[in-house]
């Protein structure tokens, strides 16, 4: 048998200021994921579970919760910019677009500056900006975040799968 390694992520000698990664999946955030996590997150703001409210609105319909946006998005740029690494902080989010159920987001991820770290050799500091963009490629959300990514000789990669014994 033939294992063949998958994707693991960027390290932090893959990454190169000015260089644009772009989301290889999308994902349609319906009524249900919006209603869901607005009342897991105890959000009270009724624009985004009451249509009747909504429809009294400019936007006439239930707005997407901006934190499930914000999640969604991230999430999309993990395989590209967090896999091998952690938030250290953001900057900004900015949200200049609304979202709303049935909307298909996707992420694009510009690398701003990278350093090494000064307290953690094994690891580097990434500067990035990410843009979410919905189906019509309209920026929804960008925010710039600070991420702490392995060095790809320190990363904790070795033997995580279990051996059948």
Do not use: C
Not at 37 to 47: G, L, P, R, V, Y
Not at 59 to 68: E, I
């Amino acid at each position: 048998m033939t294992v063949k390694e998958g994707w693991v992520g960027r390290f932090y000698e893959d990454f190169h200021v000015g260089d644009v990664y772009r989301s290889r999946l999308g994902r349609t955030i319906t009524d249900t994921d919006n209603a869901q996590f607005t009342m897991i997150t105890n959000n009270s703001n009724q624009i985004h579970f009451n249509a009747h409210y909504a429809s009294k609105t400019e936007f006439k319909k239930p707005l997407v919760n901006s934190a499930l946006t914000l999640s969604v998005v991230a999430g999309l740029a993990v395989t590209d910019v967090s896999e091998n690494g952690f938030a250290l902080g953001w900057d900004y989010i900015k949200l200049p677009h609304p979202v709303f159920g049935g909307d298909t987001l996707y992420a694009e991820t510009e690398v701003l500056e990278k350093r090494e770290s000064k307290s953690r050799p094994g690891q580097g500091i990434v500067k990035v900006l990410t843009r979410g963009l919905n189906q019509n490629g309209v920026v929804v959300i960008d925010y710039a975040r600070t991420v702490m990514v392995w060095k790809r000789d320190s990363a904790p990669l070795v033997d995580l799968f279990p051996s059948r014994g």
